[in-house]
């Protein structure tokens, strides 16, 4: 089985279509306006420069996620980066210098995006240093916001191409139940800090079966838009281990939600994106460079945040050579006989497959063979 690339000018189109949206939510800050309406000449010339290293053999992502510490200063119900303790390598993680160069390459290689997440990314504090120095490049950061402070919302104030992350569960009750009693009301501060300074920032919103009704609730969505987020990150709860399965939502769940997205994109002026639900005209999972993968703390190259796998590492090699990973490879080329299971994420379902191709692991096990038990499972958050 070959390598489905049909999807690659879909996905391309719909990258180039959200800054295109972008413009016209800022129209009444001209200068962000502006900004977004150069990215999209940009996305356009990266599209192109990924287009000629894949038909040199190198297929770049279009989204690289880079966690770039495990260190956080909370500990939230369900956070993936802590579930996954035991089964990723203990390392130095990357240090600025090497963070620096593995911008520079993603940037040669025609990256469009590279999304810091953690731990809690502004723990390092030189990060937003790094951001300065490639102005062209876009950088999400999905951050709990606890530490945006003055000095932090003035470097957003200078770089239009950091776009902040705010995590939040939904009501205080959702929000403070899962991060800690107080940090609602600290999120809500730092929403109106953002708002007030004129940044382009956005929520992250992590569905789970009980909180479905209050995150897909119109008034909610209304509150979040009015207090300045004007990007709305719909993350499905997806199963990475044993102990909380009631939190994954329910299939009639998923369903709604598809329509309440269309709703939102067409009542509200914010970017609205869904994952995995956004998915399905691309073919399937985009993780393992389909559309993005993930790079560790440590610097080992995954096929996605909540599959913590890799035979590659960018402290060993350059990104180029590690994203032509036998890994990523296969998973690449098996596309079709993954989909999204009850729990949301193919690639945990069919983990033992994905465990196999790492070479430590053994010979490569056929995926259509395997036949995994349904576990309980405490899920994706951060």
């Given amino acids: 089985m070959t390598e489905d690339n049909a999807y690659i000018d879909i996905l391309n189109d719909s990258i180039a279509g959200y800054f295109r949206d972008a413009v016209l939510i800022t129209l009444k800050q001209p200068r962000t306006a502006l900004f977004f309406l150069r990215t999209v000449w940009r996305q356009k010339k990266a599209a192109h420069t990924r287009g000629k290293w894949q038909s040199n053999g190198v297929h770049v992502p279009a989204l690289l996620i880079i966690s770039v510490t495990n260190k956080c200063n909370l500990r939230c119900k369900g956070c993936y980066a802590y579930a996954h303790e035991k089964r990723r390598s203990k390392g130095d993680e990357l240090d600025d210098r090497r963070l620096r160069s593995l911008v520079a390459e993603a940037q040669e290689l025609g990256v469009a995006a590279i999304l810091f997440a953690g731990g809690e990314p502004l723990m390092r504090k030189e990060l937003l240093d790094i951001t300065r120095d490639f102005p062209s490049m876009i950088f999400p950061i999905v951050t709990n916001g606890t530490l945006i402070d003055e000095r932090v919302i003035a470097q957003f104030k ?152 890799s035979d590659a590492n960018v402290l060993q090699s350059s990104l180029a050579t590690a994203l032509q990973s036998k890994l990523l490879r296969e998973i690449r080329r098996q596309s079709g006989a993954l989909s999204e299971t009850a729990g949301g994420c193919a690639l945990w379902a069919e983990r033992e497959w994905i465990r196999s191709l790492v070479p430590s692991k053994g010979d490569i096990i056929p995926l259509q063979s395997l036949s995994i038990p349904k576990e309980r499972s405490e899920c994706i958050g951060r």
Avoid at 162 to 183: A, K, Q, W, Y
Avoid at 199 to 217: A, K, V, Y
Avoid at 271 to 293: H, K, M, N, S, T
């Fill in 158 to 309: 200078q770089q239009k191409n950091v776009l902040p992350v705010v995590s939040i569960e939904g009501d205080e009750r959702d929000t403070d139940g899962r991060r800690g009693r107080g940090m609602f009301g600290r999120i809500r501060d730092v929403m109106e800090q953002m708002r007030t300074n004129g940044i382009f920032f956005g929520c992250s919103l992590t569905i789970t079966r009980s909180n479905f009704e209050t995150i897909t609730d119109p008034e909610f969505i209304r509150s979040l838009t009015q207090s300045g987020s004007k990007l709305l990150l719909f993350l499905e709860y997806v199963s990475v281990e044993e102990g909380t399965e009631e939190w994954v939502p329910t299939e009639e769940q998923r369903a709604s939600l598809r329509t309440k997205m269309e709703e939102f994109k067409a009542h509200f002026p914010a970017l609205v994106i869904a994952i995995p639900g956004d998915e399905e005209q691309y073919g399937g999972c985009l993780a393992a460079g389909r559309g993005f993968a993930h790079i560790s703390a440590e610097g080992n190259l995954e096929p996605c945040p909540v599959s913590p796998y």
